[in-house]
């Protein structure tokens, strides 16, 4: 399974274009990306997912570069609502057992 | 509405005294999981299954026990709660996403204090 590394904390204003990178060097040729979202005591949930280059959905966009080594979460323009932790997983397309991390803490000011 | 859902949604107990938290899907979703949260430590994986009858160890087993005997339940069972096992707990329930992994759906979480 890989590992997945991430900064333990963030901090940014509202506005903001905010970044999350996420370190996978032993990810594995069927692995896929996925990232989460939770707030406190409740349970994560789902951002986005790719497997290569880029995705973009309604509220995130996903880079991930053609050595797949790292991942890069970008949220557009931040809102005090988007403070909250942010996990990155590399999980298989079968997703048996998964590793969440610490995950990264952002926290999002006025 | 699609959802996971949990009970009880609090809990509090004796050690040794045998509990089960429940979980019940309604997505008819194959794979399904169990994870604990403490603060500090993250999510960590307890068990998982990918179908009826199919369960596996996760990160972190030890005094748990899992059964999927139908597609959409998958309780957990603490036969001897010790204090260490006091946390947050959460099921998940996954399909294939549209980028060909899985997706996983949470339920509220169960928290769990044993005295």
């Known amino acids: 399974l890989a590992k997945t590394t991430q900064p333990i904390s963030m901090d940014s204003y509202e506005g903001q274009e905010v970044n999350i990178t996420c370190s996978h060097n032993?990810?594995?040729?069927?692995?896929?990306i996925t990232w989460y979202q939770q707030f406190p005591s409740q349970g994560p949930r789902f951002i986005i997912q790719?497997?290569?280059t880029k995705v973009t959905n309604e509220v995130a966009s996903l880079f991930i570069p053609a050595d797949r080594k790292s991942s890069t979460l970008s949220l557009p323009r931040v809102s005090l609502s988007d403070t909250a932790v942010y996990y990155c997983l590399a999980q298989t397309e079968a997703g048996t057992a998964l590793i969440f991390g610490k995950g990264t803490t952002l926290s999002v000011s006025s | 509405e699609a959802q996971v859902t949990q009970n009880p949604r609090y809990l509090i107990t004796v050690t040794g005294k045998k509990l089960t938290v429940t979980c019940s899907q309604n997505?008819?979703?194959?794979?399904m999981s169990w994870y604990r949260q403490d603060p500090g430590l993250g999510l960590r994986q307890i068990y998982y299954?990918?179908?009826?009858?199919?369960?596996d160890k996760g990160d972190v087993p030890e005094g748990y026990k899992v059964s999927r005997k139908e597609k959409r339940n998958f309780p957990l069972i603490l036969e001897s709660p010790s204090p260490n096992q006091t946390s947050l707990y959460f099921c998940?329930?996954?399909?294939?996403?549209?980028?060909?992994?899985?997706?996983?759906?949470f339920g509220p979480g169960t928290r769990l204090l044993v005295l």
């Open positions: 032993n990810i594995a040729t069927n692995d896929y």
């Open positions: 299954s990918m179908n009826v009858e199919v369960t």
């Open positions: 998940a329930s996954s399909f294939r996403g549209l980028a060909g992994g899985q997706t996983q759906y």
């Open positions: 790719g497997y290569k």
């Open positions: 997505m008819n979703h194959e794979y």
